[in-house]
Every structure is written in structure tokens, then in C-alpha cells.
């Protein structure tokens, strides 16, 4: 069995509007500081991955020109899924499982400000029951956080107080851009967008991009003095049509944390991909998180949600603790799709 | 460095897709407005229809037609339609799962105001008047209640009698006329056969001004079906001078707020050329501005 480890995490800060900088010019500095902080370069890397979506700033084949951050000349290993970032790191942890390559890169970059996010995540609905109707991101999550509340399972003031408690611990992260003492009454008396959803219970759109590397092993061992290594990755997807699933459960984080091993053990830091905070509540619970596990000391999504991206921030976020000795076990969580619909759960300890 | 240039930018693709044989009869369907799910092999129904259950299992061919009639099972109300959004007035997302389905559809409900929508509640599909074989061949959905329209109409014929009639005479002059019984007796308005308090005869007619006290009154705000006007609005206890039983009417010409116990009224006759024997002579009762009248002088004809 090939032991995989994060060894470096960079991000850009995420920031509401980037106007200047393009696909290479997000991916070149972010990668290069991942590689930088090992001291490794391009040509050191044995398999390279990213995760991006095209529809974000509607040009076809983004991710390649994003290519043109790396040294890919000579050609290097390189693959792309249209998927948060976290997915291109599940991808680059199973290649190093074949134990032929050392080392692997994961890149991810979300250009958010440039497009209708809401709208544009509409593409990824049902074209034949749903894409027509135009249901928007926040309207799918105000059904599932509506659930919630008819469940009995959460009030209107527990989503406000999440926001609250996300964008306040995000003072002290440089990265994330809504940040502050936020007032809990104040949320409360915000109008709805698309109710029980107000606009503070939903998270900021951001530029940004993220890095890290991977490496196997010895390598890991070598190239840092405390690998975050993973213990355990796992992801899990839900039907598509929202009709058919309990929305104020998910099933897919629930295996994907047994499968990842999240339970065998204390966890001290959890950085949960939450793009409403309703949906917090509902990935604590299928976590099965224990009460002294610090949720999102980041701010989580709530302080920035560069989309695509987010989600391997969470893992560089809960990794980078484990890296610096804050942490001896971190969880970290992404999602994708509308309401939660696939999850992907990552363990990583330090040795 | 400059300010970097911006430029709007159109990314569209006119597609048209296949949707094969599930989604094809599906989509088929509602252009003749019919609903369809499809069973599972373990015998649920899904609408809307899918090829696959959760499971990964292909559905069977068995198809059941559903009536068009459902629950929400969760929503979100939208007061600012965004440009794509199925309806461009104040609507809500919903789950609706029709009867005798075990999935729920994604769909819009016209519900007017977000203090309709409950978790719940009984919808019925409201049918797109042009079909374009897609699911948007539902309108919406929109609430529904099991009530029965029950109508009834009956024609009779009136004859309002001798006292009646010169009430509307002097009304359709006008006047106010109200009947007493002997030189003491109490002011009836109308006039009727009898004084009640003693039985007899009170045929004797007096004249009354159209100004009098406003005893007291509600505001009513509630629609409610067969409503001649629409609410608010204020009707009221007159006790016309000289008279001693109330008349009731409209009372306006104030704010709704204004309006109290005690307060002097004067009536807000139509123009002379719309006059008729009837009380609908008058528009409604407004105040006079004189200082209001005590509790005390009115109290017995509350």
C-alpha cells in the first residue's frame, strides 16, 4: 500500500473581482508557490491534475489555457476534471497509488466574478424537468434549507448564527474576503431572496486558485518534516432529481466519512464545504463530527466561495494545520452539485 | 497599470436534444396534458419519470397516469423573479409530489403572496395554454381546496308593505321618515306596523334630518365571496336625530383610523337625478366636524 501525503498548500487570497488576471496568470503564481515551499519545479512532478468549470467564465476549454501557468513544455502527465479541485486530488491520489510516481500536483482556479453563478449553475440541473424552469443555485438550497426548518431540525436563527460564527473566525484568515462581526438580529431582519435564504446565509463569490502537492512515502517524508497524510478519501454521489432525495439528510457524506475513516478516531479540525449555511448543519450531522472539532476556523465558504476552488481550499485549509503541528488529525469536506448532491470526504493525520 | 477593459460577453448554444424513450413519453405527454410516472422494478412510481432508480436499476415499462393533483413537500418563495425564472411575478420553488407518486417534481406555484405557501398544502397543475413538449407545458402549480362551487338563486317578488313603502317614497324624495306609537311612543326607523314595547299601532309618521350619531361600527377588511365592495371598508350604527333606533350604512369621508364611537354624521346623498326608493340614495355617512356626542346620550340605543 503506497502511503500519499499533502505536503504543500498555497491559495490565492480570494478576492470578490480579479480583473486582471486570466486562467495562467491565476494558476502560474499559485502553483509555482506549492512547488516553491517544497522546492520542487515542474519538471519534478510526476502527474498534474486540475479542476475548473468552463461555464464560469463561458469559454470552452478554460482549464487548457490554464495549462499555459505550468512549464508543460516538454509535455508533461496531465489530466483535468470539470469538478471542484478536490476531485482533481482524488484523481492525482489514486494515480500515485500505482506506486510509479512520487509526486503529483493539484491546481484549481474559479473565476466567479465575471459570469451569473446562480444562473450558470443551473446547467448542471436536469435539462428535461429542471434546466428550463431556470431554478437557480439559491433557490435549490432554499428548498433544502425550508426542509430543514419543517424538519424541526433547525431554526432561522441557528443559519444566522452559523454565519455569524464563519465570517467572525474568518478575521483572523487572510484569504477570505467577507469577514467581520456580523449581528445575528440583523441577518434575521435581512429580506429573503429566495426564502428562508437571505443574503448573509449565502456565501460571497470569489476569484481565486488553489495548489497543492502530493508526494508518496519517503518523498513526503523528505520533502517536509510533517506530511498530512491521507488516511482516507472517499466521495459518494446522490441522485440528481431533487425529488427524490430526503434533502435534509446526506447520505453521501455519511458513507463517504465512514468510508474515509473519519470516526476511527479524535478529529481536531474540520474544514466543511458549505456554500449556505443551512447545509453546515446537515454535513456536521452526516459527519458524525465530535463536539471538540473545530468546524471551519477558516470562515469556511461563507467568507469565500471561489467556486470550483473552494473545495480544495477546505482540504489545503484542514491539511495546512496537520502541516504546521496544529492539528494531529483534520477532516476535510467538498461538494458539488445542487444541494449537496455529491460529497467528497478526505482524513489526513500527521505522523 | 490602466484600468484593465471589460466587454459583455454571450456564451448560447441552441441545442435540441433527444430525450429517448422515458423522458420522450414523459415530455410527450404533457403536450396532450397528461402525467405519467413510471414504475420501479420494487414498484414505486417516480414522476418525473427517470430511466434509472437511485439504486442504478432500469425502471419496468409500466406507466401510471396521475391525476393533476399533489402536495408541496418543501418551498422557497421568490419576491424578485430573477430574468430565467419560470414566472416574472412573486412566486415560490416548490417539491411537489403528486398523488400516487413517491418522488416530487421541481416546479413554480403561483401562490400571490409568500403567507399562502405551507408545507403541505394541495396544489393542482395549472396547464400552459401553448405546448412546446417540455416541462414547461406546466404552467405552474397553484393552491387548490376541496370546495365545491354551490350556488344558489331564487327570484321572488317584494311587496315591501304600506309602512316600507313610504319610507322608500320619502327616501326617494330625500327624506327620512321614521313611525311612532301615541305622543311618547319611540321613534321607529323604518317605520313599522307596531311599537313593540306595547303592541300598538304606530302609524304616525314624523319626519327625521340626515344627521345623526354614530353609535358604533366595524372596519371590515376580509373578503368573503358575494362582497359588493372591497374591503377595508366601514359600516356603521346611525341613530338619526329624532329617531331612536339605528339605521346602518357606510361611513366615509375620514381615514379608517379616525373613525368613533359618538361621532356626529351627515348623510352623502348621489346626485338628485339617481335618487330611487332605497337606502342606496345615499353614498355613505360622513362627519359633520361638530364635537362628538357623550356616551351617555346614546347609550340606550346601543
Same mark, same amino acid.
Given at each position: 500500500?503506497?502511503?500519499?501525503?499533502?505536503?504543500?498548500?498555497?491559495?490565492?487570497?480570494?478576492?470578490?473581482?480579479?480583473?486582471?488576471?486570466?486562467? $495562467?496568470?491565476?494558476?502560474?503564481?499559485?502553483?509555482?508557490?506549492?512547488?516553491?515551499?517544497?522546492?520542487?519545479?515542474?519538471?519534478?512532478?510526476?502527474?498534474?491534475?486540475?479542476?475548473?468549470?468552463?461555464?464560469?467564465?463561458?469559454?470552452?476549454?478554460?482549464? %487548457?489555457?490554464?495549462?499555459?501557468?505550468?512549464?508543460?513544455?516538454?509535455?508533461?502527465?496531465?489530466?483535468?476534471?470539470?469538478?471542484?479541485?478536490?476531485?482533481?486530488?482524488?484523481?492525482?491520489?489514486?494515480?500515485? !497509488?500505482?506506486?510509479?510516481?512520487? /509526486?503529483?500536483?493539484?491546481?484549481?482556479?474559479?473565476?466567479?466574478?465575471?459570469?451569473?453563478?446562480?444562473?450558470?449553475?443551473?446547467?448542471?440541473?436536469?435539462?428535461?424537468?429542471?434546466?428550463?424552469?431556470?431554478?437557480?443555485? #439559491?433557490?435549490?438550497?432554499?428548498?433544502?434549507? &425550508?426542509?430543514?426548518?419543517?424538519?424541526?431540525?433547525? *431554526? +432561522?436563527?441557528?443559519?444566522?448564527?452559523? $454565519?455569524?460564527?464563519?465570517?467572525?473566525?474568518?478575521?483572523?484568515?487572510?484569504?477570505?474576503? !467577507?469577514?467581520?462581526?456580523?449581528?445575528?438580529?440583523? #441577518?434575521?431582519?435581512?429580506?429573503?431572496?429566495?426564502?428562508?435564504? &437571505?443574503?448573509?446565509?449565502?456565501?460571497?463569490?470569489?476569484?481565486?486558485?488553489?495548489?497543492?502537492?502530493?508526494?508518496?512515502?519517503?518523498?513526503?517524508?523528505?520533502?517536509?518534516? &510533517?506530511?498530512?497524510? #491521507?488516511?482516507?478519501?472517499?466521495?459518494?454521489?446522490?441522485?440528481?432529481?431533487?425529488? $427524490?432525495?430526503?434533502?435534509?439528510?446526506?447520505?453521501?457524506?455519511?458513507?463517504?466519512?465512514?468510508?474515509?475513516?473519519?470516526?476511527?478516531?479524535?478529529?481536531? %479540525?474540520?474544514?466543511?464545504?458549505?456554500?449556505?449555511?443551512?447545509?453546515?448543519?446537515? !454535513?456536521?450531522?452526516?459527519?458524525?463530527?465530535?463536539? +471538540?472539532?473545530?468546524?471551519?476556523?477558516?470562515?469556511?465558504?461563507?467568507?469565500?466561495?471561489?467556486?470550483? /476552488?473552494?473545495?480544495?481550499?477546505?482540504?489545503?485549509?484542514?491539511?495546512?494545520?496537520?502541516?504546521?503541528?496544529?492539528?494531529? &488529525?483534520?477532516?476535510?469536506?467538498? *461538494?458539488?452539485? $445542487?444541494? !449537496?448532491?455529491?460529497?467528497? %470526504?478526505?482524513?489526513? +493525520?500527521?505522523? | 497599470?490602466?484600468?484593465?477593459?471589460?466587454?459583455?460577453?454571450?456564451?448560447?448554444?441552441?441545442?435540441?436534444?433527444?430525450?429517448? =424513450?422515458?423522458?420522450?413519453?414523459?415530455?410527450?405527454?404533457?403536450?396532450?396534458?397528461?402525467?405519467?410516472?413510471?414504475?420501479?422494478?420494487?414498484?414505486?412510481?417516480?414522476?418525473?419519470?427517470?430511466?434509472?432508480?437511485?439504486?442504478?436499476?432500469?425502471?419496468?415499462?409500466?406507466?401510471?397516469?396521475?391525476? =393533476?393533483?399533489?402536495?408541496?413537500?418543501?418551498?422557497?418563495?421568490?419576491?424578485?423573479?430573477?430574468?430565467?425564472?419560470?414566472?416574472?411575478?412573486?412566486?415560490?420553488?416548490?417539491?411537489?409530489?403528486?398523488?400516487?407518486?413517491?418522488?416530487?417534481?421541481?416546479?413554480?406555484?403561483?401562490?400571490?403572496?409568500?403567507?399562502?405557501?405551507?408545507?403541505?398544502?394541495?396544489?393542482?397543475?395549472?396547464?400552459?395554454?401553448?405546448?412546446?413538449?417540455?416541462?414547461?407545458?406546466?404552467?405552474?402549480?397553484?393552491?387548490?381546496?376541496?370546495?365545491?362551487?354551490? =350556488?344558489?338563486?331564487?327570484?321572488?317578488?317584494?311587496?315591501?308593505?304600506?309602512?316600507?313603502?313610504?319610507?322608500?317614497?320619502?327616501?326617494?324624495?330625500?327624506?327620512?321618515?321614521?313611525?311612532?306609537?301615541?305622543?311618547?311612543?319611540?321613534?321607529?326607523?323604518?317605520?313599522?306596523?307596531?311599537?313593540?314595547?306595547?303592541?300598538?299601532?304606530?302609524?304616525?309618521?314624523?319626519?327625521?334630518?340626515?344627521?345623526?350619531?354614530?353609535?358604533?361600527?366595524?372596519?371590515?377588511?376580509?373578503?368573503?365571496?358575494?362582497?359588493?365592495?372591497?374591503?377595508?371598508?366601514?359600516?356603521?350604527?346611525?341613530?338619526?336625530?329624532?329617531?331612536?333606533?339605528?339605521?346602518?350604512?357606510?361611513?366615509?369621508?375620514?381615514?379608517?383610523?379616525?373613525?368613533?364611537?359618538?361621532?356626529?354624521?351627515?348623510?352623502?346623498?348621489?346626485?338628485?337625478?339617481?335618487?330611487?326608493?332605497?337606502?342606496?340614495?345615499?353614498?355613505?355617512?360622513?362627519?359633520?366636524?361638530?364635537?362628538?356626542?357623550?356616551?351617555?346620550?346614546?347609550?340606550?340605543?346601543?
Amino acid at each position: 500500500m503506497v502511503d500519499v501525503a499533502i505536503v504543500a498548500f498555497a491559495q490565492l487570497p480570494s478576492v470578490r473581482c480579479n480583473p486582471v488576471a486570466d486562467e $495562467a496568470e491565476l494558476v502560474q503564481p499559485v502553483t509555482k508557490a506549492a512547488m516553491d515551499a517544497v522546492g520542487l519545479t515542474q519538471s519534478d512532478i510526476g502527474f498534474t491534475c486540475s479542476g475548473s468549470c468552463d461555464y464560469l467564465v463561458g469559454r470552452p476549454f478554460s482549464f %487548457v489555457a490554464a495549462v499555459d501557468g505550468l512549464q508543460a513544455c516538454p509535455p508533461i502527465r496531465e489530466s483535468h476534471v470539470e469538478m471542484d479541485g478536490a476531485w482533481a486530488l482524488y484523481e492525482a491520489f489514486v494515480r500515485l !497509488l500505482h506506486g510509479d510516481l512520487d /509526486t503529483a500536483l493539484v491546481f484549481s482556479f474559479g473565476k466567479c466574478s465575471v459570469g451569473p453563478v446562480p444562473d450558470i449553475l443551473n446547467v448542471q440541473n436536469d435539462p428535461y424537468c429542471v434546466q428550463s424552469l431556470g431554478l437557480d443555485s #439559491i433557490s435549490a438550497a432554499a428548498l433544502q434549507a &425550508r426542509a430543514l426548518l419543517d424538519a424541526g431540525k433547525a *431554526t +432561522e436563527r441557528d443559519f444566522a448564527e452559523i $454565519a455569524v460564527r464563519c465570517r467572525r473566525d474568518a478575521k483572523d484568515n487572510p484569504n477570505a474576503h !467577507l469577514k467581520g462581526d456580523f449581528d445575528v438580529d440583523a #441577518i434575521l431582519a435581512e429580506p429573503y431572496i429566495s426564502s428562508p435564504l &437571505r443574503k448573509s446565509l449565502c456565501s460571497p463569490l470569489s476569484d481565486a486558485a488553489a495548489a497543492i502537492v502530493l508526494a508518496t512515502g519517503d518523498k513526503a517524508r523528505a520533502l517536509v518534516d &510533517r506530511p498530512a497524510w #491521507i488516511r482516507g478519501i472517499d466521495h459518494r454521489v446522490e441522485p440528481h432529481s431533487l425529488g $427524490a432525495r430526503d434533502l435534509t439528510v446526506s447520505p453521501s457524506t455519511l458513507i463517504a466519512a465512514e468510508r474515509a475513516g473519519v470516526g476511527r478516531d479524535k478529529v481536531d %479540525v474540520a474544514e466543511l464545504y458549505a456554500p449556505f449555511a443551512p447545509q453546515e448543519i446537515i !454535513l456536521r450531522e452526516a459527519l458524525g463530527l465530535p463536539g +471538540e472539532a473545530a468546524v471551519n476556523p477558516s470562515g469556511g465558504a461563507l467568507a469565500a466561495n471561489s467556486v470550483m /476552488t473552494a473545495g480544495l481550499i477546505r482540504l489545503g485549509e484542514a491539511a495546512q494545520r496537520v502541516l504546521d503541528g496544529r492539528a494531529d &488529525r483534520a477532516v476535510g469536506h467538498a *461538494t458539488s452539485g $445542487a444541494c !449537496l448532491q455529491q460529497n467528497l %470526504v478526505a482524513v489526513m +493525520e500527521g505522523e | 497599470m490602466s484600468e484593465p477593459l471589460r466587454a459583455p460577453y454571450v456564451l448560447e448554444y441552441t441545442f435540441r436534444r433527444t430525450p429517448g =424513450p422515458i423522458m420522450g413519453r414523459f415530455l410527450d405527454g404533457l403536450r396532450y396534458e397528461t402525467l405519467e410516472g413510471v414504475k420501479t422494478a420494487d414498484g414505486r412510481v417516480l414522476f418525473p419519470p427517470r430511466e434509472y432508480d437511485e439504486t442504478g436499476t432500469a425502471v419496468t415499462n409500466e406507466w401510471v397516469t396521475l391525476r =393533476p393533483f399533489g402536495t408541496v413537500r418543501s418551498w422557497s418563495w421568490v419576491e424578485q423573479p430573477r430574468t430565467d425564472h419560470p414566472l416574472s411575478k412573486p412566486f415560490a420553488w416548490a417539491l411537489v409530489q403528486l398523488d400516487g407518486a413517491d418522488t416530487s417534481i421541481v416546479h413554480a406555484v403561483d401562490a400571490g403572496d409568500a403567507k399562502h405557501m405551507k408545507t403541505g398544502m394541495r396544489v393542482r397543475v395549472r396547464w400552459a395554454h401553448h405546448k412546446s413538449g417540455t416541462v414547461k407545458d406546466i404552467e405552474c402549480f397553484e393552491p387548490h381546496s376541496l370546495v365545491m362551487p354551490a =350556488p344558489s338563486r331564487l327570484e321572488f317578488e317584494v311587496y315591501p308593505g304600506r309602512h316600507y313603502t313610504a319610507y322608500l317614497k320619502a327616501l326617494e324624495e330625500g327624506r327620512f321618515i321614521g313611525g311612532k306609537s301615541g305622543a311618547d311612543g319611540k321613534v321607529y326607523v323604518p317605520p313599522r306596523a307596531a311599537d313593540p314595547t306595547n303592541g300598538q299601532p304606530a302609524t304616525e309618521y314624523v319626519d327625521l334630518a340626515d344627521t345623526g350619531v354614530l353609535t358604533t361600527f366595524t372596519v371590515v377588511r376580509i373578503p368573503f365571496p358575494g362582497q359588493k365592495l372591497d374591503p377595508p371598508y366601514c359600516f356603521g350604527a346611525i341613530v338619526l336625530d329624532g329617531a331612536d333606533m339605528p339605521i346602518y350604512h357606510l361611513i366615509s369621508g375620514v381615514p379608517y383610523d379616525q373613525i368613533r364611537m359618538g361621532m356626529r354624521v351627515k348623510a352623502k346623498w348621489k346626485p338628485r337625478e339617481q335618487w330611487g326608493p332605497s337606502l342606496e340614495n345615499i353614498l355613505y355617512f360622513e362627519p359633520t366636524g361638530e364635537p362628538d356626542v357623550p356616551f351617555e346620550d346614546y347609550a340606550e340605543h346601543l
